[in-house]
Nanobody, 117 residues
Framework: EVQLVESGGGLVQAGGSLRLSCAAS????????IGWFRQAPGKEREVVSC????????YYAASVKGRFTISSDNAKNTVSLQMNTLKPEDTAVYYC??????????WGQGTQVTVSS
């Protein structure tokens, strides 16, 4: 069974940085993608970034491009999201997912990111 466990959320001032990590287990091959999604209060969940387990190709939402960097450590089965130059509008619960959407098979429990102005 696939399991995803996020860590690294917290409170940071605008302009600061945070690094989220997703520990993944249960994948039986490299034919997968890991996505980071976020959901702010009153808004729909949206994909932030995604990385392919096959070739390492990445995707970024326009709102985070140039500020966020996704990376994977296959030896540790971990996917990280480095978030720089954070803005108050980045405040949300961030979820690790077993796909890039629109259909996601497995979700992590979520980690809160709060950016104060």
């Amino acid at each position: 069974e696939v399991q995803l466990v996020e860590s690294g959320g917290g409170l940071v001032q605008a302009g600061g940085s945070l690094r989220l990590s997703c520990a993944a287990s249960g994948f039986t091959s490299d034919d997968y993608a890991i996505g980071w999604f976020r959901q702010a209060p009153g808004k729909e969940r949206e994909v932030v970034s995604c990385i392919s387990g096959i070739d390492g190709s990445t995707y970024y939402a326009a709102s985070v491009k140039g500020r966020f960097t996704i990376s994977s450590d296959n030896a540790k089965n971990t996917v990280s999201l480095q978030m720089n130059t954070l803005k108050p509008e980045d405040t949300a619960v961030y979820y690790c997912a077993s796909d890039c959407g629109p259909i996601v098979g497995y979700w992590g429990q979520g980690t809160q990111v709060t950016v104060s102005s």
